[in-house]
């Protein structure tokens, strides 16, 4: 059986407290590997280490610095067949996802904040009669803590990571409990890129443990965190008084505004995609469908007729399109949904129940059939708490001012999918929606230059390209006069 070590000062290490968790494949149920369950103490020695070798990182010229990042990067690529055959198994995400979207998008993070910090610039004000210049130093911060989930696991495990070594901070990383394996591996090929010990280190372990021991450590100095609310708010209220700098980057509701006069045949692919890839367990997934009117009957018919096209399989096979849910804990989360949904008067279009396993191996994985609800209001839980999984509703509306009103009726504010072919519309539209992203006529179209981040209980802050370098910096102004 694998056994995962934490990275900490450059040595692999096994937990101080000798104990171990269970790590379980999720198209199979069976446990595959165990990661250490570490506590207080492999944070201390870890945040330690950093503290140690940040001297030395942060007054590295950031030339050395962006090229430990391309070398990882391209040990990313050069290792992508394992990579991507293990977020799979870690996941239950099919290998054709984790090969298309995933492992490159690792490596493009680790090489993106390679050439970020070699044009990050900073300000100078020269006021007139210039006898004075101001100018902002940007500084790295210190020890940084990078705490990420299981849905996208390398992928967002280096969108933290990356900027904030750029930036020349010390890391102590702390993937998801749930899929840990590629987070281990990229620690294995650290040394290998050229980072010194002690600059990047991993913790394994629980949320409420190594999670907890990071957030709460006093010589942390700066939390980026992505995950659900709850846990968002708890890191917020923990570090309240511990005056962190904090990114915090929460769950989701999304809403897909299908007008009438979008492209219908547009409308309906990315619409089964944005729903149900990754089996509708990304941040960014639309799970509140609205539908104009007098195309909802021929939009919700031609929806429904391709999610019941979809079957999922072993995602260890090439052409399976759906997964397996990481877990039994969250498949039951997401039934539980299904059935309080049928309790309170759904209509239940398709799906609604666990998927048939796809083969003898899978005999007792965490499969379900794609969802999709009508007949539910706004205001029902169905409609306003995170599902996370494959389970979509359908609304309908019938003025533009109804569509504005029924996606922001909502705690949350990450993104929005706006369909229409009138362009005046869709600006209209998706100005007075409240998110931090808009998707016009597409979805999960990135560039990672853009800001990334939600609003409401979707998030603080932001990521993304200077954004990111901006929050893993701290601005010091300096001020002298000229003569
Ligand atoms: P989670 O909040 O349960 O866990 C996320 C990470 O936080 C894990 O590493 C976990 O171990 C750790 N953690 C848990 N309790 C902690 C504590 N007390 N202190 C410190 N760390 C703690 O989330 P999850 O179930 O892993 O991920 C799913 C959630 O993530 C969904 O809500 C999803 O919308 C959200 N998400 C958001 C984005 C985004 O960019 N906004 C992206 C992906 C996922």
Same mark, same amino acid.
Request: proline share 6%.
């Given at each position: ?5 934490? $990275? ?25 590997? @165990? ?10 020695? #870890?945040?330690?280490?950093? @503290? ?18 391309? @070398? %990882?990067?391209?040990?990313? #690529?050069?290792?992508?067949?394992? $990579?991507?055959?293990? *977020? ?7 290998? +054709? ?23 990050? #610039? ?18 790295? /911060?210190?020890?940084? &803590? ?11 495990? !280096? %969108? ?15 993937? +998801? ?8 591996? =990229?620690?294995? %090929? ?18 409420? *443990? ?12 700066? /939390?980026?965190?992505?995950?659900? !609310?709850? !846990? ?49 367990? /990304?941040? =960014?997934?639309?799970? @509140?469908? $609205? ?82 609800? *009508? &007949? ?24 533009? #001012? ?30 007075? /929606? ?50």
């Amino acid at each position: 059986m694998m056994e995962l070590q934490n $990275l900490i000062g450059g040595e692999m290490t096994n937990p101080q407290s000798g104990q171990w968790l269970d790590n379980v494949e999720p198209a199979t149920g069976q446990v595959f590997s @165990r990661i250490p369950r570490s506590d207080a103490a492999d944070i201390e020695a #870890a945040v330690e280490a950093a @503290r140690a070798a940040f001297p030395k990182w942060s007054s590295t010229p950031f030339e050395e610095r962006a090229a430990c990042l391309r @070398r %990882w990067g391209a040990l990313v #690529a050069k290792h992508s067949e394992a $990579l991507i055959a293990a *977020e799979s198994q870690d996941n239950g995400k099919p290998v +054709s996802l984790a090969q298309a979207v995933d492992i490159p998008r690792a490596q493009k993070n680790l090489e993106f904040f390679a050439g970020a910090i070699e044009h990050f #610039a900073s300000e100078a004000h020269i006021p007139g009669g210039a006898e004075f210049i101001h100018y902002t130093h940007r500084k790295p /911060i210190g020890v940084v &803590g990078c705490i990420s989930p299981w849905n996208l696991p390398l992928y967002l495990f !280096t %969108w933290k990571i990356a900027p904030a070594l750029a930036a020349g901070n010390c890391v102590v990383a702390k993937p +998801s409990e749930v899929t840990p394996v590629t987070a281990w591996m =990229l620690s294995n %090929w650290a040394a290998e890129a050229g980072f010194p010990a002690g600059v990047f280190n991993v913790v394994h372990g629980l949320g409420h *443990e190594a999670g907890q021991a990071l957030v709460e450590h006093p010589k942390v100095k700066a /939390i980026s965190f992505t995950g659900g !609310t709850q !846990t968002g708010a708890h890191i917020a209220r923990t570090t309240a008084g511990m005056f962190k700098k904090l990114s915090l980057e929460l769950g989701g509701k999304n809403p897909a505004i299908i007008f009438a006069d979008c492209d219908f045949e547009n409308a309906i692919s990315t619409t089964i995609r944005s729903s149900f890839a990754n089996q509708g367990q /990304i941040c =960014l997934c639309s799970s @509140r469908i $609205l539908i104009e009117d007098r195309l909802y009957e021929a939009f919700r018919d031609a929806l429904v007729a391709k999610a019941k096209r979809i079957i999922p399989g072993d995602p260890s096979d090439n052409t399976t399109k759906m997964g397996a849910l990481v877990s039994a804990p969250h498949r039951d989360k997401v039934l539980g949904y299904i059935a309080s949904a049928k309790e309170q008067g759904a209509n239940v279009l398709c799906g609604g129940a666990p998927a048939s396993a796809p083969n003898e191996r899978c005999a007792s994985g965490y499969f379900m059939q794609p969802t999709i609800l *009508e &007949g539910l209001g706004s205001e029902c839980n169905i409609n306003q708490e995170e599902i996370f999984g494959p389970v979509i509703t359908l609304q309908r509306f019938s003025s533009e #001012a109804e569509a504005i009103a029924l996606a922001n009726d909502s705690d949350y504010g990450l993104a929005a999918t706006i369909w229409t072919q009138d362009a005046s519309k869709a600006h209209r539209v998706a100005s007075q /929606i409240e998110s931090g992203i808009a998707w016009i006529n597409c979805w999960l179209v990135r560039d990672l230059r853009t800001p990334f981040g939600g609003v409401k209980s979707s998030g603080v802050g932001r990521e993304g390209g200077f954004e990111a370098l901006r929050f893993f910096t701290e601005p010091q102004s300096v001020c002298i006069p000229t003569h």
